[in-house]
C-alpha cells in the first residue's frame, strides 16, 4: 500500500553513474548512500496514505557549499530532488520518487547563533526542534512552534511544512517565528531572503513564501529565527463533558469572551479511552466522558489564575461534568503527557492514519459529530483530538494494517473528513501539508486561478521542476 | 522637485480615448476622472523625494467586478495601473506614472462582516483604519496595526505596504493579522487567497506574498482580517534621558529582561522641542533632555503594574533623569498624541522628509548618534522618532522646501541614514516600503539573486509590467 511513485525519472544508468560520481566528488563517500538495504529509510515519512518510489540516491550534504553541489549536479543531470528533514511528515510531502536523490538535511544540524539581546537565533535546517528549545531556554528564551513530533522533528522540515503544534493558540504557527532564510534555488545560486531585524518589508516576503512551501521551490539551508521571552509555568484546567457539543460550546465561548489560553487542546471519547488504557491511569474524565478540554495559561500569577478561573466558570456554564485546575507542575505535566500519547495509545487497535483539517473554531462541534457519523459509516474507529482553540482538528482513523478492505475503508473516512472540513468552511490542511496525499483536495480548495498562480510561481523559481515535482501540485 | 516620471506609456491618443469609453461604460461617467484640474489631488503620495507622472486617468471602481473591467481594459491596451488607497503612503509607492490609470479603491469602503464568534473581519481596501477599529472595537475585538496616518489611510493601502504603528512591539505587523485576500490578477481573474481560519497550510502562503508587495502583483479587492481581543486600557510610562545612549540601552534591557510592552517609543531631543513648541505644554522631559522614552502596558490591572514597574526600575538604572508612570487614561492619551505630532511639530521648521530604517535592538543608539553626524554634515535638523521596541526608527529631515540645495541636501541625508542603516545591519524599510524612491537600496539589500527572483515572481504573476511599473523594481 502506498507503493504507487508519482513522478518517474527517465535516466539511463550512464548517466546516473556520472550522478553518482559528482555528488561523492563532492560530499565524499560517507554524504552519498545507494546501499538499497539502507535506502528504504529515507524512502517516505510517517503518513501511509501517500505514495513512495525509490530513490537513485540519498544525501546527506553538510553545508550550503555542499547543497549547491548537489543542486547543479542533479539540475545537470535533470534528476528530481526531495528535501527531507527527519522524516516526521505526515503528507508524504518528503517521500522519494522514483530515480531521485532524496536530500537529507540532519546533518546539518548546528545552532549558529543565539542572541539574547535581539531575541534570535540563527540554526541549519537538520536542528531538532526540541534542541532549539532546550538552547534557547538557557537565555530565558522560548521558540513557541511545538509539533507533537517536536523531539525528533527538524526546523527545516518545520519551516518547510509551516509546522505548528499546541502553541499555536497564543502564539502562532512557525512562519510567525521566522524573519529569514537562506535557499538553495533550483540554479544552485543562494537566495536570502529577510533580515535580523523585528520588522521589516524590503520588497516581497519571500521568507514566508518558502515557509510552507514543502521543499518545492527550493531547498533551506539556514533560518533566522525570531524568540520570545519564556513564559511563565503554566497552570492547567481539565474538563470533562458529557457531550461533545457542550465541550464544544465551551471553546466558542472562550474565543467570544475574548481570553487567550496558551494551550487549548480536546479529546474525544475514543480518544480518551486509547488513552487511559495506554497509560494504565484516569485522566479524572469519569465514565462516559464524550470529551475533555486540556486548558493552559503561562500568563503567571494572578493573571493565569484569572484566565483559568475564568475558562473553568465556562466549562460549568457550557455543562461541565468535572473541571479541575492545577498549578502543580507534575500534574499539568501528566495531562499533557496523556494528550500528546493519543496516537501512540491508537496503535493498540492496529495502526492510524491522522487527518489534519482547520474549521472556525464556531465548527467544531459538528466537524465531530461528523466525524462521529463517518466512523459508523465506514465501520472503523476515528478519534477525535485536536487544536480546539483554532479549530484545527485531527481526526484520526485506526484500521488492520493487514486489511487491504480496512485500509481502503480508511482512506474513503480520511476523505470523507476533508470533504466535511470544506463544507464547514474550514481548509484541508491546518498544519500537516498537502504533500502527496492531498493535491486534488488542493485543486479543490484553491480553484483552477489558484492552481494557476500556484504553477506560475513553481515555473518562476524552478523552470524544469527539479524540486520535489509531484508534491503538492503537479506541473500539468 | 520630485517631479521625474520612471516609466512612459506610449499609446496615441486614439487608444487612449477607446480606453477611456471602455472605462466610462463599465465604471460610468462618475467613476472615471480625466478633468486635469482633479487629477493632480490623485498623482503623489505624501513623500518628498518620490516621483510621479501624469495619469491618463483616474478610477474610482466599486465592486471587484468593476476592477476587473479597469484591468482587463488596461491590459488590451497595455496601459499601465497604479493601484491607490487615501495616499498616505511615504515612499510613492502610489505614485502615477505618466499615462497610467490611477486605481483607487476609496469607493470599496464596506465592511462586509464583522464576526465576534471567530474574531474575523471582512472588508473592502477602502475601509480607513480607524473606522475598522471602531466598528470591531463595538465587539469587544482589536484590529491591531495602527500606522500614524490610522485616522485617513486606508486597509488596502495598510495591505500593500505591509503598515506597522505604534503596535507592532507586541501585536506585530498588518500581515500578522491578515488571514485571507481576494486579489484581481493582471489577466482580469480573481484569485481568493488564504481562509477563514485561524491555522491553513493549503498551499503556497499568497497571501503574505501579495502583503508588502504595494501594488506590483495584482489589486487587492477585498481582506479577511485576524481580530484580537479588546485590550486593557494601557497604563503610560514616560521617561526622560540626558544622553540618547542611556535610553538606547534602557531599550535593549527591556528586551533582554523579556518585557513585552504594548508600546515603546522614542523621541530624541529635536523631536521633544518641536513637540513642546507646537502643543505648547511640558512633555516632562526637563531642560537639556536628549531623550524621551514612552511605554505602555495593555496588560491589564497588577500585570500592567508589574510591567511598568519593571521598565521604570530599568529606566532609573539606565540613567533617566526623570520616570512617571500613569493610569490616568487623559494623561497617557496625551503623552501619546505628543508622540504623534511629532511630523506636525516639525512643519513649524520646514518641509519634512520622514525616512524609515530598521536596525537590530541593540542599535539603537549607534543610529541615533550617527543621525546626529549626519545633521551636522548637511547641515540641517534630523528629528529622530520611533518604535524603539522594534529598531524601527524615522529620521525625520527639515528643510526649507523652497531651495533646491536645502532638498539636495535632505536628499543627500536621506540616504547616508538607509547607508547607516544597512552597516548596522538593519533595512532599508521597516514599515513605509520601497516604492519609487528606494529601489536602488532594495537591489543593494537583496543582492542580485534577490532581485532575480523578484523579477521572476513578477514575471509569474504579470508578464506584461501592467501593475504598477517601476515601483520597488524595474524588470531590466
Redesign the interface.
Known amino acids: 500500500m502506498g507503493r504507487s511513485p508519482t513522478v518517474t525519472c527517465v535516466h539511463t544508468s550512464a548517466t546516473s553513474a556520472e550522478l553518482l560520481d559528482h555528488l561523492r566528488t563532492a560530499l565524499g563517500q560517507d554524504g552519498v548512500i545507494t546501499d538499497p538495504d539502507v535506502l528504504p529509510g529515507y524512502q517516505r515519512d510517517m503518513m501511509p496514505l501517500a505514495p513512495y518510489g525509490t530513490p537513485l540516491a540519498v544525501v546527506l550534504p553538510r553545508s550550503t557549499e555542499q547543497v549547491q553541489a548537489v543542486v547543479r549536479a542533479c539540475a545537470r543531470h535533470r534528476v528530481p530532488i526531495v528535501p527531507r528533514g527527519a522524516g516526521s511528515g505526515l503528507s508524504g510531502a518528503a517521500n522519494a520518487v522514483d530515480g531521485c536523490v532524496v536530500l537529507v538535511t540532519t546533518r546539518m544540524n548546528a545552532i549558529v547563533e543565539v542572541d539574547?539581546?535581539?531575541?534570535l537565533a540563527v540554526v541549519e535546517p537538520g536542528v531538532v526542534n526540541l534542541d532549539l528549545r532546550d538552547a534557547v531556554e538557557k537565555h530565558?528564551?522560548f521558540y513557541p512552534p511545538d509539533p507533537s513530533s517536536y523531539d525528533w522533528c527538524t526546523i527545516g522540515g518545520n519551516l518547510s511544512?509551516?509546522a505548528?503544534g499546541l502553541c499555536?493558540?497564543k502564539y502562532?504557527?512557525t512562519?510567525?517565528s521566522v524573519l529569514g532564510m537562506r535557499v538553495v534555488?533550483a540554479d544552485g545560486?543562494?537566495?536570502?531572503?529577510g533580515?535580523?531585524?523585528?520588522?521589516?518589508?524590503?520588497?516581497?516576503?519571500?521568507t514566508?513564501?518558502f515557509?510552507?512551501?514543502e521543499g518545492t521551490l527550493g531547498v533551506i539551508t539556514r533560518a533566522t529565527l525570531a524568540l520570545?521571552?519564556?513564559p511563565q509555568a503554566p497552570g492547567t484546567l481539565v474538563a470533562a463533558f458529557g457531550s461533545t457539543g457542550a465541550a464544544g460550546a465551551a471553546v466558542?465561548r472562550v474565543?467570544?469572551e475574548?481570553?487567550?489560553p496558551s494551550l487549548m487542546e480536546i479529546m474525544d471519547a475514543t480518544s480518551i479511552q486509547a488513552v487511559e488504557a495506554h497509560l494504565k491511569t484516569e485522566l479524572g474524565a469519569g465514565r462516559g466522558s464524550a470529551a475533555l478540554l486540556l486548558c493552559q495559561s503561562d500568563?503567571g500569577?494572578?493573571?493565569a489564575r484569572r484566565e483559568l478561573a475564568a475558562i473553568e466558570r465556562i466549562c460549568a456554564d457550557a455543562g461541565a461534568t468535572l473541571a479541575h485546575t492545577t498549578f502543580d507542575a507534575a500534574e499539568g505535566a501528566m495531562l499533557l503527557t496523556a494528550r500528546r500519547a493519543v496516537l501512540t495509545a491508537l496503535e493498540t487497535y492496529g495502526a492510524w492514519m491522522t487527518d489534519d483539517v482547520?474549521?472556525?473554531?464556531?465548527k467544531i462541534t459538528e466537524l465531530i459529530a461528523g466525524c462521529a457519523r463517518i466512523s459508523d459509516e465506514v465501520g472503523l474507529r476515528v478519534a477525535v483530538v485536536g487544536?480546539a482553540g483554532?479549530?484545527?482538528m485531527h481526526p484520526t482513523i485506526v484500521y488492520d494494517p493487514t486489511s487491504t478492505d480496512e485500509f481502503d475503508r480508511a482512506t474513503r473516512a480520511f476523505n470523507d473528513i476533508l470533504e466535511l472540513g470544506l463544507a464547514l468552511?474550514?481548509?484541508?490542511?491546518?498544519?500537516?501539508?498537502?504533500g502527496k496525499i492531498?493535491r486534488d483536495?488542493?485543486a479543490r480548495?484553491?480553484?483552477p486561478?489558484?492552481l494557476?498562480?500556484?504553477r506560475?510561481?513553481k515555473?518562476?523559481?524552478d523552470p524544469d521542476n527539479l524540486f520535489n515535482p509531484g508534491s503538492?501540485?503537479t506541473m500539468d
Chains 1, 2 share one sequence.
Open positions: 539574547p539581546d535581539n531575541r530565558g528564551l511544512t509551516n505548528g499555536c493558540v502562532g504557527v512562519t510567525d534555488l545560486e543562494v537566495l536570502d531572503t533580515r535580523r531585524t523585528v520588522k521589516g518589508v524590503a520588497g516581497y516576503d519571500l514566508k513564501l515557509v510552507g512551501s520570545r521571552p519564556l466558542a474565543v467570544r475574548g481570553l487567550v500568563s500569577g494572578e493573571a482547520c474549521v472556525p473554531r464556531t487544536h483554532d479549530g484545527n468552511g474550514g481548509t484541508i490542511t491546518g498544519e500537516h501539508g498537502v492531498k483536495w488542493l480548495e484553491i480553484g486561478v489558484g494557476r498562480a500556484h506560475a510561481i515555473a518562476a523559481l503538492m501540485f
